[in-house]
């Protein structure tokens, strides 16, 4: 069945890089577009980015400069990293398939010295 | 970037109430447009699709429909397991926006 789970560290310090894995199964990276998304905490959804199922990137122009999704479809795992970390930008963070059908659990980021 | 304007941005209803939430979009998204459920914990859930299309496994109280850039869904009778945030998604172009979500509560 399709799943998708995402992993990464819980704490980052302000100013340092984000790295985050998602990891797919179920459907094939060269099929389907997966899209980042991130919910800072008590606030709403915010779309980051995409990984286009043929490799091209868009990303939210608010946070393009700090940005970069990848991916290794050999492994199922599209990337997210994001540099200049600040506090706010603690949440939960999200992958989902472009179709908004499936999503992983979430993996909450802190950003704190 | 187009932008979505989400109301109320919280909300207290009773149960078996008529409850309607809107998103307004800032330029013509067709109806292409994603209701999402997203309770404590929880990923959303897509609801509806294509601005009236119910997802798959959602109760038929939920409805969705537009107005002109006005984009609303409806619970036509409140059921305690709809306690939940709700937001809109427009998938016209990219980037992909969200409205800033509604949080319905109990009266």
């Known amino acids: 069945q399709v799943q998708l789970t995402e992993s990464g560290p819980g704490l980052v310090h302000p100013s340092e890089t984000l790295s985050l894995t998602c990891t797919v199964s179920?459907?094939?990276?060269?099929?389907?577009?997966v899209y980042w998304v991130r919910q800072p905490s008590g606030k709403g959804l915010e779309w980051m980015g995409r990984?286009?199922?043929?490799?091209?990137?868009s990303y939210n122009s608010a946070l393009k400069s700090r940005l970069s999704i990848s991916r290794d479809t050999s492994k199922n795992q599209v990337f997210l990293k994001m540099n200049s970390l600040q506090t706010d930008d603690t949440g939960t963070y999200y992958c989902?398939?472009?179709?908004?059908?499936?999503w992983g659990q979430g993996v909450m980021v802190t950003v704190s010295s | 970037d187009i932008q979505m304007t989400q109301s109320p941005s919280s909300m207290s209803a009773s149960l078996g109430d008529r409850v309607t939430i809107t998103c307004q979009a800032s330029?013509?998204?067709?109806?292409?447009l994603i209701w999402f459920q997203q309770k404590p914990g929880k990923s959303p859930r897509p609801m509806i699709y294509?601005?009236?299309n119910l997802a798959n496994g959602v109760p038929s109280r939920f409805s969705g429909s537009r107005s002109g850039s006005d984009y609303s869904l409806t619970i036509s009778s409140l059921e305690s397991e709809d306690m939940a945030d709700y937001h809109c998604?427009?998938?016209?172009?990219?980037?992909?926006?969200f409205g800033g979500g509604t949080k319905l509560e109990l009266k």
């Open positions: 990984m286009r199922y043929n490799g091209d990137t």
């Open positions: 998604l427009q998938y016209k172009q990219y980037p992909r926006t």
């Open positions: 330029q013509d998204i067709g109806n292409n």
């Open positions: 294509y601005a009236t």
């Open positions: 989902t398939r472009a179709s908004f059908d499936y």
């Open positions: 179920g459907f094939s990276l060269t099929g389907y577009s």
